[in-house]
C-alpha cells in the first residue's frame, strides 16, 4: 500500500517500523532521518510532521514497551509471594519476547543507552527487581539474583536461532529465571 493512502497512524506505524529496522541494522547515532525519509519515499519534512527530532522518533519506538513493562506491574499488584513472582517472571518473557528486536537494539547499541528516552523505565525497572526480588527493601544479592535472572530471560530469547522451538526457549528461559530466583516452577495441569 502506497504512503500516501495510509492513514496518519498507519503512516506513524509504519515510521517506527522502518526507524527501528535501520537503528537495528546501523545504530542510533548512524542512522540519519533522511536516511528513515528516503526509505519511506517520503521528504524529511514529512517525517518532521510525525516526529520533530530522532530523538522524538526512538522515545515512540521505546514506547510500546515501556507501556508493558507498566502493564505489567500494574497487574502484579503489591503481591510478593512465589506465585505472584512467577507471574511476573512470566510476564516478562512474554514482554521481552513481544519486543526482541527492540531490546536487542537497547543492548547493543550504546548511543540508544544514553538517550533520554529511558528516564520513565528506570523506576519500573526498580519495581521489577522489587517484586522478583519478594521483599521491599532489597539488597545487593537479591538484586544480583534479579540480574541474573532477567540475564538468563534475554540471553535465551534475544540470542535463539530461527529455527530454535520457541515454545522450548520460553520454557528453558523460565526454568532458568525461576532457579535463579529461588522459585520453583508451577505445576502442570
Given at each position: ?47 518532521y510532521y510525525h516526529f520533530r527530532t530522532k530523538e ?6 521505546v514506547a510500546p514497551a515501556i507501556e508493558d513493562l ?120
Open positions: 500500500m502506497a504512503l500516501q493512502h495510509l492513514t496518519r497512524d498507519e503512516t506513524r506505524d509504519r515510521i517506527l517500523k522502518v526507524a527501528l529496522q535501520l537503528i537495528a541494522d546501523q545504530g542510533f547515532a548512524a542512522t540519519s532521518t533522511r536516511e528513515i525519509s528516503e526509505r519511506l519515499g517520503f521528504t524529511k519534512a514529512a517525517l522524538d522518533l526512538l522515545a515512540a519506538i507498566r502493564m505489567l506491574l500494574g497487574k502484579a499488584g503489591p503481591r510478593n509471594g512465589p506465585a505472584a513472582r512467577r507471574q511476573v517472571v512470566e510476564g516478562y518473557v512474554d514482554l521481552v519476547a513481544s519486543h526482541t528486536e527492540l531490546i536487542r537494539v537497547i543492548f547493543d547499541d550504546p548511543s540508544v543507552r544514553h538517550c533520554g528516552v529511558f528516564a520513565p523505565a528506570i523506576p519500573l525497572h526498580d519495581r521489577l527487581t522489587q517484586l522478583l526480588s519478594g521483599t521491599e527493601v532489597v539488597d545487593s544479592a537479591q538484586r544480583a539474583r534479579v540480574r541474573a535472572a532477567l540475564g538468563a530471560i534475554h540471553a535465551a530469547l534475544l540470542n535463539a536461532a530461527l529455527d530454535d522451538d520457541q515454545d522450548v526457549v520460553r520454557a528453558t528461559a523460565l526454568a532458568a529465571a525461576y532457579a535463579v530466583l529461588g522459585l520453583h516452577a508451577p505445576r502442570s495441569a
